[in-house]
């Protein structure tokens, strides 16, 4: 299995800002997932993007996927303190997770 | 409220204690995981079950023995741990396993903390 690279590890933004985290992998995809955590609680899924698909938007959550450089990234828009958690993407049958982008919005 | 049930969410056992973990989902799926986070660690994938048959042990320490007696129900049996085995052991499951496996579904975690 693969496993998703996020970056950068630590983000730390004001409210209202954008936020934007990069994740790379390294061979071919059927899709590409990507997972939020509040600290210390179970993961919860946030969007899933197909390898044909090149956008996806969901809410305030924009998530871009280009195979040939395998990569993708996970814009939130206008972000809150509520949105202060850990960002992970994953890829592959069985899931496998990087160590994720600890995003920090400061009110 | 995910529909991923883990028991207990805290756990504190000496290495020579034998506990285990226990996970229910609620949803009908039929692949199911155990996954252990550790501090500045990625997630570590250890065991997948799907229909009930392991497909997938990430060369676990034997100290750690699953056991899957139907599609609904998941267990970590633990005993003769070590202090570095304390972590937060997540289970998941999705509605199949495969090419397209979707969506996860995670429970809360467990908290252990081995003395």
């Known amino acids: 299995s693969q496993q998703g690279e996020e970056d950068p590890q630590a983000l730390s933004i004001q409210e209202g800002e954008n936020a934007t985290m990069n994740c790379s992998y390294k061979?071919?995809?059927?899709?590409l997932q990507w997972y939020r955590q509040n600290s210390g609680r179970g993961l919860v899924h946030l969007i899933l993007i197909r390898s044909n698909e090149r956008e996806k938007h969901s809410g305030r959550l924009r998530v871009t996927l280009d195979t040939s450089k395998k990569s993708s990234s996970l814009l939130i828009t206008a972000s809150r303190a509520a949105d202060t958690a850990s960002y992970f993407c994953a890829t592959d049958t069985p899931l496998v997770f990087g160590k994720g982008t600890r995003l920090s919005v400061i009110a | 409220e995910t529909g991923v049930t883990q028991t207990p969410r805290h756990l504190v056992m000496g290495m020579t204690n034998k506990k285990s973990l226990k996970c229910e989902q609620h949803?009908?799926?039929?692949?199911m995981y155990w996954y252990k986070q550790s501090a500045k660690k990625p997630l570590e994938l250890m065991f997948v079950y799907n229909f009930k048959e392991q497909t997938e042990n990430n060369s676990v320490p034997s100290r750690f023995s699953p056991e899957c007696p139907n599609s609904s129900h998941l267990f970590l049996h633990l005993h003769t741990l070590q202090p570095e085995d304390s972590a937060l052991y997540l289970c998941a499951s999705s509605q199949r396993l495969g090419a397209n496996t979707g969506e996860l579904f995670f429970g809360e975690g467990s908290r252990l903390t081995v003395l």
């Open positions: 061979t071919s995809i059927n899709n």
């Open positions: 949803l009908g799926h039929n692949a």
